[in-house]
């Protein structure tokens, strides 16, 4: 529809017009009087600019507007009744100049490969002939430490992101803190190194009336890295310090790896490979899983860690190889597993269980590839998934997984094959329908407004976001300054 200043009217012309008009009705209209010809002249420009309005658009998108489309349909307002986030524009230096140093971000080689394609990586080519052909495009080789970039590419396209801070319900911050802590982890580097990005971030932060209003309180930030990397009590320990500071202190935080103790941590998934470009990848995934032949009853995909005095991976690997054909081993000593290989995904998808002790910290993404692969994990600490992802897990451990008591296993009652032998056929099936059943909320959709119909990992966490901040607006919920 045309603006009304461009619609013919029967109504009076405005009063500049008609007083323009008057006054050359009053002049003498002489070809030799410059005046009238510069009257006539302007006369003309006016009525040829009010013409041409006719073939002009009613309005002209802003440049952020083709950049990142930001739904306000009403049937895309009815969809957000769980929330409205806000996310801050802080400046490059916090992602975007982060990303563009790719090549220094770790102290042993370029990253600028693991963080391409928004943060999923290079396509997995190499799986050829194990996925099937119409899916090997949503496959890539993923880095585990990419949450950051995908939570950020997801919520400024989110279908219930508004540009008013005033009618935010959550308030994102995009610094990304797990990439730039990285290259400080290592060698050389001083407490002051591994803390300066998070605290520039912090004093920008901390100025915003809206940060300013709710202490915190409403606020989430995505930290693609265990929670121990931002735990640092005392200058010579591990990592940054950036979780203790004070106005981090109510700022819910979203991490691979959280601490089950503090109520602001929230464990979401790692990123694994697959990202489905749509609903029909999940079903078809889905159905592939479910139909594949699997000839192994159990495998383990991880190395020993000989430094380790009475290491538990070691013992597993040892019983995997007294099992024969019952076990298959992937072995990934150095970093023959870094990012994915196709024998992992391979060896996950013939076997009906997979062995997920703990890893570097209590957690591995490990768990995610054998789950999204449709094997059952086998787990020997609590706290390597049912106190870390409750909002992507089954609430009924036993529906999905196996617990063995891994002190059981170290003094020789029990072999993790005679364990695994004891579950029938039946019981197999039950606990193998679970697992795929929650594949699409351990994933993270490889599209903008995420899967028609379907929740990913992206989803789930981003409602379990508004939900708590609604549960802490409740008369019962006590908030500390």
């Not at 520039?200 to 901390?206: F, G, K």
């Not at 890295?225 to 979203?254: A, H, K, Q």
């Not at 063995?404 to 296993?409: C, E, F, Q, S």
Request: aromatic share 12%; proline share 6%; charged share 25%.
């Amino acid at each position: 529809m045309l603006s009304k200043s461009v619609h013919p009217s029967a109504e009076p012309q405005p009063k500049t017009v008609i007083a323009k008009t008057s006054l050359l009705l009053q002049l003498r209209l002489s070809p030799q009087n410059p005046r009238t010809w510069i009257l006539l002249t302007v006369l003309f420009i006016q009525i040829l600019l009010l013409c041409n309005l006719r073939s002009f658009p009613s309005s002209i998108p802003s440049p952020l507007a083709a950049a990142v489309v930001v739904h306000r349909s009403s049937g895309t307002l009815d969809q957000c009744g769980s929330g409205k986030v806000f996310v801050y524009d802080l400046p490059a230096t916090f992602n975007r100049q982060i990303l563009l140093n790719c090549d220094n971000l770790n102290p042993w080689s370029s990253r600028c490969d693991a963080l391409s394609n928004d943060g999923f990586g290079r396509r997995a080519a190499a799986l050829a002939g194990i996925v099937p052909d119409d899916l090997l495009p949503a496959w890539h080789w993923t880095d585990q430490f990419v949450t950051e970039i995908i939570f950020h590419n997801r919520l400024i396209n989110h279908r219930c992101r508004v540009m008013e801070p005033e009618s935010a319900t959550a308030f994102y911050i995009p610094f990304y803190a797990g990439l730039a802590v990285g290259k400080y982890l290592w060698f050389n580097s001083t407490a002051d190194d591994r803390d300066r990005h998070c605290d520039m971030m912090l004093r920008w932060v901390q100025d915003q009336p809206y940060f300013k209003r709710s202490n915190g309180w409403d606020h989430f930030i995505t930290m693609g890295r265990i929670t121990w990397d931002f735990r640092r009590s005392i200058d010579e320990d591990w990592g940054s310090s950036c979780i203790y500071e004070p106005e981090m202190r109510n700022v819910t935080r979203l991490l691979i790896e959280r601490n089950p103790w503090d109520y602001f941590d929230v464990g979401v998934p790692y990123p694994t490979g697959f990202h489905p470009h749509s609903k029909s990848d999940v079903t078809r995934w889905q159905s592939f899983v479910s139909g594949r032949r699997r000839r192994a009853l159990f495998c383990f995909a991880g190395a020993p860690r000989r430094g380790f005095r009475d290491d538990f991976r070691g013992i597993l690997l040892s019983q995997c190889r007294d099992s024969g054909e019952s076990c298959r081993e992937v072995n990934c000593a150095g970093t023959r597993c870094s990012n994915g290989t196709s024998a992992i995904l391979e060896t996950f998808l013939d076997s009906d269980f997979c062995l997920q002790p703990r890893g570097d910290s209590f957690t591995r993404r490990s768990i995610f590839d054998c789950m999204v692969a449709g094997s059952i994990p086998v787990f020997f600490w609590r706290r390597t998934a049912y106190l870390q992802y409750e909002w992507f897990l089954p609430g009924e451990p036993e529906s999905y997984s196996v617990y063995i008591d891994r002190n059981a296993v170290k003094n020789g009652t029990l072999t993790v094959k005679t364990v695994l032998e004891g579950f029938s056929k039946e019981e197999v099936r039950k606990m193998r329908e679970k697992v795929i059943e929650y594949i699409p909320r351990l994933v993270y959709a490889n599209t903008k407004q995420g899967l028609e119909g379907v929740k990913d990992a992206f989803d789930v966490a981003i409602e379990g976001v508004f939900a708590r901040i609604k549960e802490q607006e409740q008369p019962e919920f006590h908030k500390w300054k």
